[in-house]
């Protein structure tokens, strides 16, 4: 376990194995960034002539280990850029950290000599070297600890109460978001429904979050309980489905929150089976009910002043003689009939059941998250999630919360047509799953789920793109499950709680 804390004093003065501090580009050429101005002064005129030794040239990203010779306390800084000097933004400093922490090694100690003008930049240093520091070592038979056992944030803020909250807050979310990136990492054999279930349970027990009660329903009661959508997908799957509920409801709260995730822990595709190189990351189809109660625990352990009820329906997607087929109709909870068209589309269909589930509440609000739609990532690309609902001033919200905290989702329609779509190219049931015509996908997923959700305000965050990383790392980003949406969730929660 690492510590962190807060700090005053200055980056050439503090004794620690490493010092890191930013590079930023100006009209006069590089500098180092606010926070490392002791390292220029120490290292005077040779400050720049060092820095074009090592070609270093202030990109975002851009890092460089440099022994000191004791001209710093340190015998190491790590440099990184910042790029232009105007533009400097939490987002870019929390890029930064995480590109610093994912070059540091055998460091006992770790000092940030990062800009910190504010509270949002204290947590986004301390969140991005947090998140950076990540490493998935579980099925590895040797596993070498590399995180620092300290790290210190170098701050004139060090005495600041929003600043002291802001480490806090990065340490939960950032935690929160590593335990979403593990589930997400975890081979799908061993994270079938039972054991994604089992994990949220022993989650509850680890952190001790006696403020959240955790429901598990097994198959059989979902079959009872007309739960058709998540029976009908799990059923060709020899791991049966299971739906986690989470609640957590402080006293003097106001406003109630409904967090729904799509928990599919492999998707094969069903009968309408993918093709092999498509299913290669398909463990990651979980990555939407480990964001929804990641975060459900991260607001509670924050204590935010708002009630959360979060569903995660897991089912695994799986071909055999009891799989749903394509023109099987499946009654949803509540009693909506739909026609499987194509049994790929089985994300929508155990969301349905919980969506409905959400609604019977009454919550102010619902967010699904969920890795939906591969029209999405060929609409966004896989660093970009969708944003769509039925309350622009929601979508709005969502969109400006993930602004603050560095996450990018950007807004898609859901056009009139997609109702029709929905309603009327199935002759046998309510709702068609699937539309057989392929453009706007992501919006004819939207339009279906929207069927579920009743009059209640609902936004609809389509991550198959950002969930997994399927390139080498980048930022505070790793290979692999990357936690998208656990920020962005909780700031939510924490803007929706101070609103009413
Ligand atoms: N889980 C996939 C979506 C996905 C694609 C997630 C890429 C992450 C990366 C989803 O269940 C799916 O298969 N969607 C189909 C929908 C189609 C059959 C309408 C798709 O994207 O092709
Ligand atoms: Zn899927
Ligand atoms: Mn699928």
Redo the contacts with the bound molecule.
């Keep these: 376990m690492t510590s962190y804390s807060l700090h005053k004093g200055a980056a050439d003065k503090t004794k620690c194995d490493v010092v890191v501090a930013g590079v930023v580009r100006t009209k006069k050429g590089l500098e180092a960034a606010p926070g490392g101005e002791g390292i220029a002064s120490a290292y005077g005129r040779k400050f720049r002539p060092l820095l074009s030794t090592v070609g270093f040239e202030g990109k975002p990203g851009e890092v460089a280990k440099i022994p000191t010779g004791g001209t710093l306390r340190s015998p190491l800084m790590i440099l990184v850029g910042l790029g232009e000097a105007e533009n400097l933004t939490p987002e870019k400093v929390r890029r930064a950290a995480g590109a610093a922490a994912r070059s540091v090694s055998n460091a006992a100690n770790v000092a940030l000599a990062l800009p910190t003008p504010d509270a949002d930049h204290v947590r986004a240093v301390a969140e991005g070297f947090l998140l950076g520091t990540y490493a998935f070592t579980e099925f590895k038979t040797s596993k070498s600890d590399e995180a620092p056992g300290e790290v210190v944030v170098l701050t004139d803020l060090a005495r600041n109460k929003e600043a002291v909250t802001a480490l806090e807050t990065a340490q939960v979310v950032a935690a929160a978001t590593a335990l979403t990136r593990d589930w997400v990492n975890t081979p799908p054999g061993d994270f079938t429904p039972e054991k994604f279930a089992a994990a949220v349970t022993q989650t509850k027990k680890e952190k001790k979050a006696s403020k959240v009660t955790v429901k598990v329903t097994d198959a059989a009661t979902l079959e009872a309980e007309g739960c058709g959508g998540i029976i009908g997908v799990g059923r060709g799957s020899a791991n049966p489905p299971r739906l986690v509920q989470l609640t957590y409801k402080p006293r003097g709260a106001k406003t109630h929150l409904a967090l729904v995730g799509k928990g599919?822990t492999y998707?094969s595709?069903g009968l309408?089976i993918?093709p092999g190189p498509?299913m290669m990351?398909?463990k990651?189809?979980m990555a939407g009910a480990a964001a929804v109660v990641a975060a459900t625990f991260a607001i509670a352990e924050l204590g935010l002043p708002i009630a959360v009820t979060t569903f995660a329906p897991m089912a695994e997607n799986m071909v055999s003689g009891s799989a749903t087929r394509p023109g099987d109709v499946l009654t949803m909870y509540g009693g909506k009939t739909v026609e499987v068209l194509?049994t790929?589309?089985?994300?929508r269909l155990i969301l349905a059941d919980a969506l409905v589930k959400a609604t019977e509440n009454e919550p102010d609000v619902i967010v699904d998250v969920a890795?939906?739609?591969?029209?999405c990532?060929v609409a966004l690309g896989d660093r970009v999630a969708g944003l769509l609902g039925n309350d622009d001033e929601l979508i709005h919200t969502v969109q400006a919360a993930a602004a603050r905290v560095g996450e990018a989702l950007w807004p898609l329609p859901i056009p009139e047509e997609m109702r029709e779509k929905v309603r009327t190219n199935t002759k046998v049931a309510d709702l068609a799953q699937?539309?057989t015509e392929r453009w706007g996908?992501a919006l004819y997923?939207a339009a279906f789920l929207r069927e579920f959700v009743g009059d209640t305000r609902w936004a609809h965050l389509d991550i198959?793109?950002p969930?997994?990383n399927g390139h080498g790392p980048h930022g505070y980003t790793p290979a692999g499950g990357t936690g998208m949406s656990v920020a962005t969730l909780v700031e939510l929660a924490r803007e929706l709680s101070e609103k009413k």
Excluded: P, Q, R
């Excluded at 890795?371 to 029209?375: F, N, R």
């Design positions: 599919i998707d595709g309408s993918k498509s990351t398909m990651c189809d194509n790929d589309a089985e994300g890795t939906l739609t591969g029209h990532v699937h539309n996908g997923a198959a793109g969930a997994f």
